[in-house]
């Protein structure tokens, strides 16, 4: 995906809030795609906010809510429709798609590092602190699940044709899917694409305190 296609991705995910035609998607990303961003970002702090097709937003189970409510909040604002779709399509297979982890601090990206290298446990991050999205207040990762068991654990092969699935909707969210990464996909995370490097959006996050604006 270029960074032009990844503007596009985002212009998408404003007009699902905001109605089709509030924004053109062409990836240019000017003073009207900016000022709709800050608006869905206010709708994104008032539960009550209706959206623009005239429906009440979705509300999901506590713990996806809780590790939504860590993300930057025009972040929150464009995976609330993935999610929507994500949890809709998991349904139909039989399976419930809950969030299971959002934003971490750079102390705990460390501490998560550590595990399997110098702390006890297997390995499960290749990212030291900033060289995670989840450092930037952007990304969330999840679990299948089937009547509360949790599959990625008891029957990976179930879980990842479960993600794999998700992954292919992602896209049309504004939403990046972790399973896409060579050498180290990582299925169950998805992220706000954003067409910075890590490194960029660590210098980024660093001068603003976020990387969406």
Known sequence: MTAKDTLKSIQHAINEFLGPKTLAEDGIFGPKSRAALEKVVQMAEKPETVLGSGEIRAEFDARTEKN???????????????????????????????????TRSWAEQDKLYAQGRTAPG??????RAGG?????????????????EYLDDSEPKTASRVHN???KLAENFGIYWGGSWDGFPDEPHF????????????AKFKEKGTVLA
Do not use: C, M
Not at 69 to 91: M, N, S, Y
Not at 135 to 146: K, Q, S, Y
């Open 191 to 202: 992220q706000v694409a954003v067409p910075y490097t890590l490194a960029e959006a660590a």
């Open 68 to 102: 939504l409510a860590t993300l930057d909040p025009a972040a929150q604002v464009i995976f609330r429709p993935f999610i929507q779709a994500a949890k809709e399509a998991a349904g139909k297979l039989g399976f419930e798609y809950t969030a299971i982890g959002g």
């Open 132 to 148: 995670s999205w989840h450092n930037f207040g952007i990304a969330l990762d999840f679990g299948v699940f089937r009547d509360g």
């Open 165 to 167: 699935a998700i992954g």
């Open 122 to 127: 297997k390995i499960v991050t290749q990212a």
